[in-house]
């Protein structure tokens, strides 16, 4: 359950939701949960068939149905909307703003900021941060506790690090991103040579560049480039545990999924979907539009477009009439020996 | 090597790990170790016929040993047992407590500890570890440098945080459990819907709930469920490196091997277990005692009690019998063209 | 781009680059960048046939090419090199360390040293890092923000540890290694035994030593041994996000990609390369020179100098032939199937 501070009217919260009111509007509704936690300041959603009795039964101030269930809920106070999920989102999303409030700036006085860095106005720094020489952090950015910002990083207006982001020498992050827990950004990448029997460094000197709008989940890396580079293109979303190698160059609006690791040099397009656990060699391109199943190894290029899946991946109708044919392979394999055995006694 | 400050007597040791003793009392005994590093204040175990050599040569002062591998320790002090590991196990358990002591809770001065917060006795916070509003942590707890918590988590008896931790909002921990460094617990599930081309968030309200007794390794992340809770049950052991999506409820005692990545509100049972690197989608069920081998990609359902493997993951006998027969399909493929070819030219 | 502090005279740089000169010599360079970011301070190379154009075009003040390109470039400054990228990692690797300096050494008067730890001379501890009792630390070594070394630690000489590093209790590090942020050496490894229907923790109270000029990327993971020591040889390498469990043995000059995983007490030789997402079993042998592709999963043991792929693993030619033919699977089940009707029919 989340309880939010902020009051909002019912006249507020309906506006924000869209659809047509129902009942009563003389409530006080003060958290969103799930069905089963309501009580009778809950807004809850009823979306589905299986979810109606409970619905139904819950105290729920206020039910958030389509108009198709609209019967199942006599003397109930409903928001009717054709997407009652979404109408939920949207009125945690602006409420969640309003709790944020103005958000009253405040650089803790144990955060350490080096005097040639140029702090905005409105800008939050956690308690034990450490931004370092000639960074340049925009207005309204809201930094954790416990992050270390080295220098010659650039941070845009409004974005979010939580506690324990990393930030290497040179990062240039965009405006309103978010990054989670434990995300390292501008960590070397991974080159090596090998010169007279001993793993010789290669060295890292590029960065990192993130562009406005992208969320990075919790503990997720993103190498510097060797020379040049690493990109991630504006409104690309990166989930959990995520590796992105050295010189990789993601596209816009992207889904990379937890725990994906891409070698160096890759291509991402726009609007790409890796599901979760995909790897892809470096120096392939994956076409914008193209979708990966989970834990397909890409070990070549993805046409645009292209729905891949398998190790190493392929067309994805393909790989499921595989997937589907291989069950019956001990059987044939036992076919075939026999036929064989049969030929050889001929 | 593990030296304990703490004396135990010869006859504490011969208690607590059961079994007989043989030789004589009158020994010091100061560390645990593996045989090839024994001095003469060793315990070392030996179960195995081929450490016998290595074990009677080496100047370990007691070996844990089975009954039927006594003749060949002449005249050296023995503790004789069935399960001459589970002995030593339970003896450097034992003596860990011992050294740990009354565990001199402390708060060190540079811990920030809101006003609001609920601190009971006995409670111990590291350097640098930052504890927000309205959080409530029971006795006996441990959380060490570096650690976050955010307003209102709550830490159940005992539980161990070791540096670096961070929970978000609204996390519930119960008793005893141990999360390792890098844990990141109650981030932002990863959830976008693509409205008018771009990625819109879908706001992430609810939490994370653990149950007593769980343990979760080092750089694991378990997401908060946009409503309602991201579950842990009681007893479950999470390894290093574990995604855990939004929405998910695992059940008690399950063993969780590392590198693995469940997607959003899936289901495990109770005593499962997923080796290491096994994907699961979203929304399925794993049921209880499934055993589910490495790198296996859970596509759908798993029932109760059944041994899985493969992507997608299948009865694992049967993805056996498909690894093997595999082996034999560039030859099956040749003949089959072969063949194709002879009708052809028919 | 990457802009040097210190200067360099163009005889040095054309000393550590290796090659011959061509041009004027009277030149300021004071950056390496790709050929597209080029001003006249830069230093960028041309290898391929496909960068001809655009490095003859670029403003670059000096071109490192080979002696089959030169005629490309007429009235540049050229440095002429059988290895171009090879000459400038060598140029960027010299001037780095310049610009590294001697390298004030400096413990930050936020950083917390137990009175027992052994500090030698050169040694910089960043804020806000905490150094336990009785750990000893080379000279030379830099300890960035945030990092805890826990009791009884030891670092050798010249090792570099970026922000949030956590060492465990008795960790022991060599000279001349480099760990990213968020490395955790010495977690508990990861073993429970289900007695009386609860995973009783098995105790972990070995440790991890990590020998010379090992670099460990971010966010990895390694944990310490039961009893015993989990061991990385001399100049391995192991990029982000990679997890060892307990008791392993890694070798000497071995490559270790990233999100690697490889479960507890298996042997890892020599010079072997693991590509990135290979999953290994316990208590294996990967045998020196092996080189495993992306993704496979190692059930069994790998011989010495072993092409491996697939999971689970095999010859990788062998592998690539079963990639390639199980397109043709459903043809052939279709045939299969049809043959067996026809039989049937008869």
């Known amino acids: 359950m989340k309880r939010f501070e902020t009051k909002l009217s019912t006249e507020m919260i309906a506006a924000i939701g869209g659809g047509k009111w129902q009942g009563k509007k003389e409530l006080k509704l003060s958290n969103v949960c799930e069905i089963h936690e309501a009580n ?29 269930f609209v019967n199942n809920f006599p003397k109930r106070s409903l928001l009717i909307s054709e997407k009652p999920y979404l109408s939920l989102m949207m009125i945690i999303a602006y409420w969640q703003k309003q709790d944020a409030g103005e958000g009253v700036a405040f650089v803790h006085p144990t955060a350490i900021v080096a005097e040639s860095a140029e702090i905005a106005e409105d800008v939050s720094i956690g ?34 690090l939580y506690d324990n982001v990393r930030l ?6 965009g ?12 960590a070397d990448g991974f080159g090596f040579l090998l010169i007279e029997e001993i793993q010789q460094k290669i060295p890292q000197v590029g960065n990192v ?6 969320e990075i989940g919790a503990n997720s890396c993103i190498d ?21 190698g050295h010189n990789c160059t993601i596209g816009k609006h992207s889904i990379i999924c937890a725990q994906v690791g891409l070698a160096g040099s890759t291509i991402v397009g726009d609007y790409v979907y890796l599901a979760g656990q995909v790897g892809a060699a470096g120096h392939i391109t994956i076409g914008s539009k193209a979708m990966v199943g989970a834990q397909s190894g890409l070990a070549s290029s993805v046409p645009e477009g292209a729905r891949y899946f398998g190790t190493p991946a392929m067309n994805a109708n393909l790989g499921k009439r595989i ?23 001929d």
Chains 1, 2, 3 share one sequence.
Do not use: W
């Not at 450490?130 to 992050?147: E, N, Q, S």
């Open 224 to 244: 510097r480039a060797t020379l040049g580079s690493t990109v991630v293109g504006e409104g690309t979303k990166i989930d959990n545990l995520v590796q992105i």
């Open 40 to 68: 009778d300041e809950s807004i809850i959603f009823c979306e589905q068939d299986k979810f109606i009795e409970s619905a139904a039964k819950s105290p729920a101030g206020l039910i958030i149905t389509k108009p198709e």
């Open 175 to 186: 405006a309103n991103c978010i990054f989670h827990s434990g995300v390292v950004l501008g």
């Open 323 to 345: 997937a589907v044919a291989q069950k019956y392979l001990p059987e044939m394999l036992k076919a075939y020996r026999k036929e064989l055995k049969e030929k050889k006694d």
């Open 127 to 160: 308690a034990y941060s450490v931004i370092g020489a000639k960074v340049k952090i925009a207005k309204g950015v809201k930094i954790g506790i416990g992050c270390t910002i080295d220098k010659d990083c650039v941070i845009g207006k409004n974005t979010l």
């Open 209 to 214: 560049i993130i562009h406005d709008n992208v």
């Open 168 to 173: 290497y020498e040179n990062t240039q992050v």
